[in-house]
């Protein structure tokens, strides 16, 4: 009777201890923000910038992955969101030059602990260089951050596959596995971009069924809500032809509450931008 005593009290204080663990709860997006090209017209960058910051405030989100941002635009985005810490380089120069994909995250909520970019080719550190068969130079940032209230460390990684090269995208998707097992093992890390291609290809395979686990957190969400696709191109594409080709993945620690996709407006003006974003509320 006693032993049986002691064995309830110790399962007790387990079941206590794993209670009181504290939960880092996120807003997580995914936000390709189409570049500023002049040729975009009335939906050019200078008519969404404003937009694009007011979803991010709107939205109350923690960390967002952002793809296609050009230097003015990331100084444009800077200026509206002065909460946010951003990391990220240009791709041609690993400065200013070429578009980033840059991570997003509210400065009173984490502290970087380490941050840097690579690129998505043979040579991870060759500023600039073109991976096999891949028509852009292509790169990953990434964030090692520490949640200040409970002090958990997390990884948040985000990139943009080339839109020609399958080798180019499983190569990639390769790379930046190796790359989270090096920085920070089996800590909870979340991956976001846009990866051309949808959830049949090669590259999302790759991703999702090698032996270092990264889920589809849209598919694990218990709640969806919004649309089912990202990229519309300004509201030229029929719903019904629409795919999603951005996405949110996440290491097995983390739970996906749900998965938000705005749905783009209808007519020719007023567009976030030529995706929609993807918004997740995480915890882990």
């Given at each position: 009777?006693?032993?049986?005593?002691?064995?309830?009290?110790?399962?007790?204080?387990?079941?206590?201890?794993?209670?009181?663990?504290?939960?880092?709860?996120?807003?997580?997006?995914?936000?390709?923000?189409?570049?500023?090209?002049?040729?975009?017209?009335?939906?050019?960058?200078?008519?969404?910038k404003d937009?694009?910051?007011?979803?991010?405030?709107?939205?109350?989100?923690?960390?967002?992955?952002?793809?296609?941002?050009?230097?003015?635009?990331?100084?444009?985005?800077?200026?509206?969101?002065?909460?946010?810490?951003?990391?990220?380089?240009?791709?041609?120069?690993?400065?200013?030059?070429?578009?980033?994909?840059?991570?997003?995250?509210?400065?009173?909520?984490?502290?970087?602990?380490?941050?840097?970019?690579?690129?998505?080719?043979?040579?991870?550190?060759?500023?600039?260089?073109?991976?096999?068969?891949?028509?852009?130079?292509?790169?990953?940032?990434?964030?090692?951050?520490?949640?200040?209230?409970?002090?958990?460390?997390?990884?948040?990684?985000?990139?943009?596959?080339?839109?020609v090269g399958?080798?180019?995208?499983?190569?990639?998707?390769?790379?930046?596995?190796?790359?989270?097992?090096?920085?920070?093992?089996?800590?909870?890390?979340?991956?976001?971009g846009d990866?051309?291609?949808?959830?049949?290809?090669?590259?999302?395979?790759?991703?999702?069924?090698?032996?270092?686990?990264?889920?589809?957190?849209?598919?694990?969400?218990?709640?969806?809500?919004?649309?089912?696709?990202?990229?519309?191109?300004?509201?030229?594409?029929?719903?019904?032809?629409?795919?999603?080709?951005?996405?949110?993945?996440?290491?097995?620690?983390?739970?996906?509450?749900?998965?938000?996709?705005?749905?783009?407006?209808?007519?020719?003006?007023?567009?976030?931008?030529?995706?929609?974003?993807?918004?997740?509320?995480?915890?882990?």
């Amino acid at each position: 009777m006693a032993i049986a005593a002691l064995m309830g009290l110790s399962m007790a204080a387990c079941s206590s201890n794993q209670k009181s663990e504290p939960l880092t709860e996120v807003n997580w997006a995914t936000f390709n923000i189409r570049y500023d090209n002049p040729e975009d017209q009335q939906n050019n960058w200078k008519f969404r910038k404003d937009s694009v910051a007011k979803f991010i405030h709107t939205n109350d989100l923690d960390v967002v992955g952002m793809q296609e941002v050009l230097h003015n635009q990331m100084e444009d985005l800077k200026e509206r969101l002065p909460e946010y810490t951003a990391v990220g380089v240009g791709r041609d120069d690993g400065h200013t030059a070429g578009e980033y994909a840059p991570l997003f995250f509210k400065k009173d909520r984490f502290e970087v602990l380490d941050s840097n970019t690579f690129w998505l080719s043979q040579y991870p550190d060759s500023v600039g260089f073109i991976g096999w068969d891949g028509a852009c130079t292509r790169i990953a940032t990434w964030a090692k951050l520490k949640d200040k209230k409970n002090g958990k460390i997390f990884m948040a990684v985000n990139t943009h596959f080339d839109h020609v090269g399958v080798e180019a995208r499983r190569k990639g998707a390769l790379l930046i596995i190796d790359k989270i097992k090096e920085i920070v093992g089996n800590k909870p890390t979340v991956l976001t971009g846009d990866f051309n291609v949808n959830d049949q290809s090669e590259a999302y395979q790759t991703l999702t069924t090698n032996e270092f686990i990264l889920k589809d957190a849209f598919k694990l969400a218990t709640e969806k809500i919004g649309v089912d696709y990202t990229f519309h191109n300004f509201g030229k594409i029929p719903d019904e032809e629409c795919e999603k080709i951005d996405f949110i993945f996440v290491t097995p620690q983390i739970k996906v509450k749900s998965s938000y996709i705005p749905k783009e407006p209808d007519g020719t003006t007023g567009f976030l931008s030529d995706h929609n974003p993807e918004v997740t509320k995480l915890s882990f």
